[in-house]
T-cell receptor, first 110, second 111 residues
Framework: SQQGEEDPQALSIQEGENATMNCSYKTSINNLQWYRQNSGRGLVHLILIRSNEREKHSGRLRVTLDTSKKSSSLLITASRAADTASYFCAPYQAGTALIFGKGTTLSVSS | KAGVTQTPRYLIKTRGQQVTLSCSPISGHRSVSWYQQTPGQGLQFLFEYFSETQRNKGNFPGRFSGRQFSNSRSEMNVSTLELGDSALYLC??????????FGPGTRLTVL
């Protein structure tokens, strides 16, 4: 099992701006997932990108994956106050546990 | 489909006691994972059960244990509670073990 390392640790933006957070990992993966957690609640799965995919979109979310650099990025476009949360990436290898890093705390102010 | 449920949602115990937390996964899911979340240590993996067998284990002392029943429901037990065990305990279920669906968590306070 391996955990991803998110960067930056904290990000503050205004509503309407885009938010970009990055994730790095160490060894080969089958897929990489992004989750969101609102304060004190369980995590919510946002998007999964497979190792043979380079980019994936879901609503206002865009995820990229560069397996040669072992990195991924999550872009949230036109951020809203409701996007305020912690975001975690989780690199996954089949049969292993899904491990989470410390996350990126996103604050969107109106 | 009903989501992952965890009981109880809140719990207060005193040092030295033991506690059992319960998790009911999404119907059809065979994998249940447990995580501990604290402000200082973040989200840490405890263990994963798949079809009643412990498949993966995190780096926690033996006071933390778990099990999974034939209906995929899972329990985790913490014996001899310490103040540092105060945390949000999250359970997540999955069909194969990759995409996790989390419950709302159990907030444990140890006094």
């Amino acid at each position: 099992s391996q955990q991803g390392e998110e960067d930056p640790q904290a990000l503050s933006i205004q509503e309407g701006e885009n938010a970009t957070m990055n994730c790095s990992y160490k060894t080969s993966i089958n897929n990489l997932q992004w989750y969101r957690q609102n304060s004190g609640r369980g995590l919510v799965h946002l998007i999964l990108i497979r190792s043979n995919e380079r980019e994936k979109h879901s609503g206002r979310l865009r995820v990229t994956l560069d397996t040669s650099k072992k990195s991924s990025s999550l872009l949230i476009t036109a951020s809203r106050a409701a996007d305020t949360a912690s975001y975690f990436c989780a690199p996954y290898q089949a049969g292993t546990a899904l491990i989470f890093g410390k996350g990126t705390t996103l604050s969107v102010s109106s | 489909k009903a989501g992952v449920t965890q009981t109880p949602r809140y719990l207060i115990k005193t040092r030295g006691q033991q506690v059992t937390l319960s998790c009911s996964p999404i119907s059809g899911h065979r994998s249940v994972s447990w995580y501990q979340q604290t402000p200082g240590q973040g989200l840490q993996f405890l263990f994963e059960y798949f079809s009643e067998t412990q498949r993966n284990k995190g780096n926690f002392p033996g006071r933390f244990s778990g099990r999974q029943f034939s209906n995929s429901r899972s329990e985790m037990n913490v014996s001899t509670l310490e103040l540092g065990d105060s945390a949000l305990y999250l359970c997540a279920s999955s069909f194969w073990g990759d995409t996790q669906y989390f419950g709302p968590g159990t907030r444990l306070t140890v006094l």
